[in-house]
């Protein structure tokens, strides 16, 4: 078992910065990619950005850029440094760990909303 939780969200005004945290907990070693997803309210669940165990990254096409993910020194925690955020980057956001048993995890999700 897993367990993620992710903190930072807030609310701020466009052009404004804001830095997301997932702290993984449980059987971490197991842990290959940890990754960023969002949902606003309407739309489907959609990939922010992801990083696997040997720092390779992944990014939305639309959030290059703007949008930097990192992992900690200790692998457990995986960051989402957001920049010149923009109204449409309000949503829900999700921490998703993938695992070498294929199971795959999710955390309760922090809001960011952005306001203009």
């Known amino acids: 078992q897993v367990q993620l939780v992710e903190s930072g969200g807030g609310s701020v005004q466009a052009g404004g910065s804001l830095r997301l945290s997932c702290v993984a907990s449980g059987i971490i070693f197991s842990i290959n990619t940890m990754g960023w997803y969002r949902q606003a309210p309407g739309k489907q669940r959609e990939l922010v950005a992801a990083i696997t165990s040997d720092g390779r990254t992944n990014y939305a096409d639309s959030l290059k850029g703007r949008f930097t993910i990192s992992r900690g020194n200790a692998r457990n925690t995986v960051y989402l440094q957001m920049n010149n955020l923009k109204p449409e980057d309000t949503a829900v956001y999700l921490c998703?760990?993938?695992?070498?048993?294929?199971?795959?995890?999710w955390g309760q999700g922090t809001q960011v909303t952005v306001s203009s």
């Open positions: 998703k760990a993938d695992t070498a048993g294929s199971w795959v995890y």
